[in-house]
């Protein structure tokens, strides 16, 4: 018990210590911000598995880390109440979490689109959006995608499908339900590229040997905080929990914990 003990408090330490640095630029949350982000008196945090923006385990112990994870940790902590993490297949199904109220938090893409069901804090991190192909795909470079025949995969239910689906004039879009089956799409050459955020396709290619992520970007996601529609109340609060994150460094921090690459200005 003790050792299971010792585990988790190491697991949750660059937490603590994001939360032990900023807590003295933030005011304690009163009560009408508590009950707007933690209405059950627990944070319920939203993930799904297999993006560094969301949840990833990392380390020789597997620990799980994650923007939306660790976040959720800090702004719990910050809070004073407890978390419980609430795991999900894809983003799409953290989304309609949200907007049922069965979740309290998750830091995901703020397109148009997501806005109109959940609220937003302001932007924390802009990613690139890429596109993963296997060797011998007919795509060999960002250029040759929106082109007859050309099968591109994408997240069931995600932005990027609802994007690329209004920009391609010749190529066809594969929804994925998960990303688990999307790299077993592409090893068995039923899309001939994946598209998503380059900080999901980086992880994806790490676990799959003759696969690369394109050169350059078909464009960016706005990361930030997103909270069911109706509380407002809260977003003032979360809007000083982000400049403080983001000021003290605190945030690149978690960015590093989670293995994030493809952030703007990154290749």
């Known amino acids: 018990m003790r050792i299971l003990h010792r585990l988790l408090l190491s697991a949750l330490l660059p937490i603590i210590l994001v939360v032990a640095g900023c807590a003295a630029t933030r005011p304690a949350p009163d009560a009408a911000t508590l009950a707007a982000l933690a209405p059950t008196g627990t944070l319920r945090v939203g993930v799904y598995p297999g993006s560094p923006t969301s949840m990833v385990l990392v380390g020789k112990t597997g620990e ?42 998750t830091f995901t893409n703020a397109s148009e689109s997501r806005a109109r069901d959940v609220d937003f804090a302001p932007t924390l991190v802009r990613l690139e959006l890429g596109y993963l192909v296997m060797q011998g795909s ?36 594969v ?20 598209a998503t955020n380059k900080g999901i396709l980086f992880e994806l290619s790490d676990a799959m040997p003759n696969s690369r992520v394109l050169q350059g970007r078909w464009g960016y996601e706005a990361l930030a905080i997103a909270i069911p529609k109706g509380r407002q109340t809260g977003l003032p609060y979360l809007l000083r929990f982000g400049q403080d994150m983001a000021a ?20």
């Open 64 to 105: 799980k880390a994650g923007l939306a994870h660790d976040l959720g940790f800090a702004l719990g902590a910050a809070l004073g109440v407890p978390v419980k993490l609430v795991e999900f297949s894809r983003v799409a199904q953290v989304i309609d979490a949200l907007k049922a109220g069965q979740v309290d938090f």
């Open 138 to 173: 007919p795509i060999g470079a960002i250029s040759d995608v929106d082109k007859p025949g050309m099968r591109v995969g994408v997240s069931q239910g995600s932005t990027s499908q609802g994007v690329l689906g209004r920009q391609f004039k010749n190529a066809t879009l």
């Open 175 to 194: 929804p994925a339900p998960s990303l688990d089956l999307a790299q077993e799409m592409l090893r068995q050459q039923k899309m001939d590229a994946f």
């Open 248 to 267: 003290s460094g605190q945030l690149q921090s978690l960015v590093q914990r989670a293995g994030l690459r493809g952030t703007a200005g990154s290749e």
